[in-house]
């Protein structure tokens, strides 16, 4: 069983800069692709960008390609997500979530653990 914590949220103006941290748990770390998504109020939860378990490939929406930057650090047991040149429309609940293969997935149900989420609030 995989505990994976979010922290780093927050609020922000638009244009600043924030990083996520995901912190696992209870698992092999290095073992898991990770991924991080996202939820706005009334819409379905997407993907943002993922990671393969060794780091060689990721992922990244069209949305938030080139400001956003996922990083993971094996020995650490922790996957970064770092926002810059945040926009409103930025604004949701972010989770960050594992599965157990090498390479990443986008879709939502390849992912065996989620964790509790994290707010980013971006303000125009």
């Known amino acids: 069983q995989v505990q994976l914590v979010e922290s780093g949220g927050g609020l922000v103006q638009a244009g600043g800069s924030l990083r996520l941290s995901c912190a696992a748990s209870g698992g092999t770390f290095s073992s898991y692709a990770m991924g991080w998504f996202r939820q706005a109020p009334g819409k379905e939860r997407e993907l943002v960008t993922a990671v393969s378990r060794r780091g060689d490939s990721t992922y990244y929406a069209e949305s938030v390609q080139g400001r956003f930057t996922i990083l993971r650090d094996n020995a650490q047991n922790t996957v970064y997500l770092r926002m810059n040149s945040l926009k409103p429309e930025d604004t949701a609940v972010y989770y960050c979530?594992?599965?157990?293969?090498?390479?990443?997935?986008?879709?939502?149900?390849?992912?065996?653990?989620w964790g509790q989420g994290t707010q980013v609030t971006v303000s125009s």
């Open positions: 979530a594992a599965a157990n293969r090498l390479g990443y997935t986008t879709r939502v149900h390849g992912y065996d653990y």
